[in-house]
């Protein structure tokens, strides 16, 4: 028996096993008679005895293999069945000792149906789209599978991938800092904190402050009808947030959170705006000659700080009250500065 191949112990064993099977069917009347054994019907046998073994092939022609449960393995090297996509797995071996070094060896493999499964274990099959971000390809993925259980047994991908589950999954890219949108910049963010503040610091005007939510709704327009980064990049952003308010109401916005102020000497500084702080303006102190009084934006509820530069663009003072900055600073910074930068115009 040796050398045939065969193991004498379990031979005995199948065959006690055998005559075993046939005494219990003789003694509930099924006909034992010999009979020449159908493939199909044996295989249909193993997959009703071994249903949680079945297994599908990662790979075609591939000995790695996917089971129900969430269990992966390699079949073994003797295995005769070379083609079949789906298996049923006779014997399961863990090999190995150290925790995370454990190689799962698949031996007595079984090529099964897809219809079989379906025939005999209807109740634990089920068809569903699953869309997903491929981060190697930076695109959406969907694919139409059919599951046995846990186990995808079939797989056909889906293109273009559903618009609305696309826009979502780059949403949450975008959002996560995994995926950058080139023309959501600086001037953006200060849009959007300049709606917010203003919403805060004249509640009566009515305008919407964008939250997380609206945020995320906002880039998720953005995002829609793209499946891919390479679609999503370069998208134009200021459009799309614009729409969030009504005309009349981003006039409110211009007049009352401006991006830039107008002084009294006709100069016209940009306007940055902080979630903590004050909002600012930076100037030399040259450019700031003949500005008697700290300007005011939100009808006049909030003041400006103001960053008085050294010509070299170094700050020399932080205030919010400009009138008391000439009286009592500036003759002493006039002083020390006029020493540094004498070609420079000092009053």
């Keep these: 028996m040796r050398g045939a191949g065969i193991h004498g112990v379990t031979a005995r064993q199948a065959g006690s096993l055998h005559e075993q099977f046939l005494g219990i069917a003789r003694q509930v009347g099924l006909d034992v008679r010999t009979a020449p054994v159908q493939q199909d019907a044996l295989r249909r046998c193993i997959l009703i005895g071994f249903s949680d073994r079945v297994a599908r ?13 969430g269990r992966r393995g390699t079949l073994a090297r003797e295995t005769v069945v070379r083609d079949s996509p789906l298996l049923v797995i006779g014997e399961i071996q863990e090999i190995g000792g150290k925790p995370g070094d454990v190689n799962t060896v698949l031996s007595l493999a079984t090529a099964i149906e897809m219809d079989w499964l379906q025939e005999l274990f209807p109740s634990d099959m089920r068809q569903e789209t699953r869309v997903a971000f491929d981060t190697v390809s930076m695109r959406v993925r969907a694919e139409e599978q059919i599951r046995f259980r846990d186990l995808v047994v079939a797989a056909r991908r889906i293109e273009p991938p559903p618009p609305e589950a696309a826009a979502h999954l780059l949403t949450d890219e975008v959002i996560a800092g995994r995926l950058q949108l080139s023309k ?6 200060q849009w959007i904190l300049r709606l917010n503040l203003l919403a805060e610091w004249c509640p009566e005007l009515g305008l919407p402050p964008i939250g997380l939510e609206d945020r995320r709704h906002i880039i998720e327009q953005i995002c829609h009808g793209a499946t891919a980064y390479k679609d999503l990049k370069d998208r134009e952003v200021k459009s799309t947030l614009r729409s969030w308010l009504e005309p009349w109401q981003q006039d409110l916005l211009d007049k009352h959170a401006p991006e830039r102020v107008t002084l009294s000497n006709g100069r016209t500084p940009k306007v940055t705006y902080e979630a903590a702080g004050p909002p600012f303006i930076s100037l030399r102190i040259q450019e700031l000659f003949d500005v008697a009084q700290t300007p005011r934006i939100a009808q006049g509820r909030v003041l400006l700080s103001v960053h008085i530069l050294a010509p070299s663009m170094r700050p020399v003072q932080v205030t919010q009250d400009l009138a008391n900055f000439w009286r009592q600073h500036y003759p002493g910074i006039r002083s020390e500065l006029r020493r540094r930068y004498p070609k420079h115009e000092w009053r």
């Design 57 to 69: 092939r990662m790979d075609v022609g591939q000995s790695r293999c996917e089971l129900v449960h």
């Design 184 to 189: 959501w910049d600086h001037a953006v963010e």
